[in-house]
């Protein structure tokens, strides 16, 4: 069975920083290029960053957060982050962990992340 658990949401103000971790089981985690993708109120889903499984882990960001978030892995521990820093209003969302392609499993509960004064 799997499952991707992501503690470590929370509230932070406008330029904090934050890391977010995803606990993974039920799957040979290092055979797979792991992602996070957000949901603001109001908004379509949309990818954050991926990591892939091989080559050194490469990554992808979206453009609204490159030079801001950055997305690793540790493949010992079955774990994927995502720190998040100098935090935006704009970056407030449900963050979700997701193994790729993101349709082999249904959506987790993800994490809230809360920016504001």
């Known amino acids: 069975q799997v499952q991707l658990v992501e503690p470590g949401g929370g509230w932070v103000q406008p330029g904090g920083a934050l890391r977010l971790s995803c606990n993974a089981s039920?799957?040979?985690?290092?055979?797979?290029?792991m992602s996070w993708y957000r949901q603001a109120p109001g908004k379509e889903r949309e990818l954050v960053a991926r990591?892939?499984?091989?080559?050194?882990?490469?990554?992808n960001y979206a453009d609204s957060v490159k030079g801001r978030f950055t997305i690793s892995r540790d493949n010992a521990k079955n774990t994927v982050y995502l720190q998040m820093n100098s935090l935006k209003p704009e970056d407030t969302a449900v963050y979700y962990c997701?193994?790729?392609?993101?349709?082999?499993?249904?959506w987790g509960q993800g994490t809230q992340v809360t920016v504001s004064s």
């Open positions: 997701k193994r790729c392609p993101p349709n082999l499993d249904s």
């Open positions: 990591i892939s499984s091989v080559g050194g882990g490469n990554t």
């Open positions: 039920g799957f040979i985690f290092s055979s797979y290029t």
